[in-house]
């Protein structure tokens, strides 16, 4: 069966440093990947997607970026966060290649901006 | 453009009583929809899906709904409630577009009184 797993569970950062949350998935080959935060109490907003390797598209201009370096995992970084990055990051698959898909979610990294 | 919009942000229910989430959708092509739970701090779990099939569908833990093309809804309701109900659940939407993306409905809190 296929298994998410993010890292880490929560992180608190002051203002100006660097960020790096990990997401990998297993049993499956090639999957949808996808970024998401949720701020406190709100919906989710998808940050970026990725169809493949090095193949990843941004949904809103930030101050965040993507990777995705092997198969199976999804970094979300940033060089120099911001107050406003606060939120809670979830990171989700679904299987290529196949439309109507539900994706499927890690549970999640509760970042705090001081 | 695709849409999908949950009619009420807070919902409170007594334990033993009837639950009922209500979605509706906007789209121009048959969707696949789903219902996913989400508990504090928590990924987003799949509730149920629909997928073209049968109109009612059952998910987990005694939830269903049902899929209405005429009022474009897609209301998730259960029975009788249970204290572990509580939590927030959206109500999702999925075309045949580029990397299953999905739209996100804003959510509902579900409370429920003992």
């Known amino acids: 069966s296929q298994t998410i797993h993010q890292w880490p569970a929560t992180l608190v950062q002051p203002v100006g440093s660097p960020l790096s949350l990990e997401c990998t998935v297993e049993g499956t080959s090639n999957p949808n990947l996808y970024w998401y935060r949720q701020a406190a109490g709100r919906g989710l907003q998808l940050l970026f997607y990725s169809v493949g390797i090095g193949q990843i598209s941004s949904e809103v201009p930030q101050n965040l970026s993507a990777s995705r370096p092997q198969d199976r995992q999804f970094i979300l970084s940033s060089k120099k966060l911001l107050l406003s990055d606060s939120g809670f990051y979830l990171c989700a698959w679904s299987p290529p290649d196949r439309a109507y898909q539900p994706q499927h979610f890690g549970d999640g990294t509760r970042l705090s901006i001081l | 453009a695709q849409s999908v919009t949950q009619l009420d942000s807070h919902v409170s229910v007594s334990e033993g009583t009837p639950v009922l989430l209500r979605c509706n959708y906007s789209?121009?092509?048959?969707?696949?929809l789903f219902w996913y739970v989400q508990h504090p701090n928590k990924g987003l779990q799949l509730l149920l899906k629909y997928t073209s099939a049968a109109t009612l569908v059952k998910g987990i833990n005694g939830f269903e709904a049902e899929f209405k093309k005429s009022e474009t809804s897609f209301h998730l309701t259960k029975p009788s409630a249970h204290m572990s109900d509580a939590a927030e659940y959206f109500c999702?939407?999925?075309?045949?577009?580029?990397?299953?993306?999905?739209?996100f409905g804003d959510g509902t809190t579900l409370t429920v009184k003992p």
């Open positions: 789209s121009s092509y048959s969707p696949s």
């Open positions: 999702v939407v999925s075309f045949n577009t580029n990397a299953g993306k999905s739209t």
